[in-house]
């Protein structure tokens, strides 16, 4: 089992800067891949970047690529996302999840999931 709580959240003008943490409790943290989704206003919902359990690798969506940077400290069963050059279109509430698969990108393949922290982007 796997309890996971966003912070970070708020909001921000185009062109500037967020880091989302995701803290983690539960023995397992280590043994799965975390990923954050995000879900904008009247869309569904959508990967956004994920990491190995390691660490060792990283996979993001075509649309954050070279903007947002997922990173995980094991230590502090904690997940973050770097989000720089954010973008209006970035606006959302951002999901941490958690999956004890190698490389899931569907929310199908995730079993667990935090309440989410909204991302604002003014333009």
């Known amino acids: 089992q796997v309890q996971l709580v966003e912070s970070g959240g708020g909001l921000v003008q185009a062109g500037g800067s967020l880091r989302l943490s995701c803290a983690a409790s539960g023995r397992t943290f280590s043994r799965h891949t975390m990923a954050w989704f995000r879900q904008g206003p009247g869309k569904e919902r959508e990967f956004v970047a994920g990491v190995s359990w390691s660490g060792s690798v990283t996979y993001y969506a075509d649309s954050v690529k070279g903007r947002f940077t997922i990173s995980r400290d094991n230590a502090k069963n904690t997940v973050y996302l770097q989000m720089n050059s954010l973008k209006h279109e970035d606006t959302a509430v951002y999901f941490c999840?958690?999956?004890?698969?190698?490389?899931?990108?569907?929310?199908?393949?995730?079993?667990?999931w935090g309440q989410g922290t909204q991302v604002t982007v003014s333009s």
């Open positions: 999840a958690a999956a004890p698969r190698i490389w899931p990108r569907e929310s199908h393949e995730f079993d667990y």
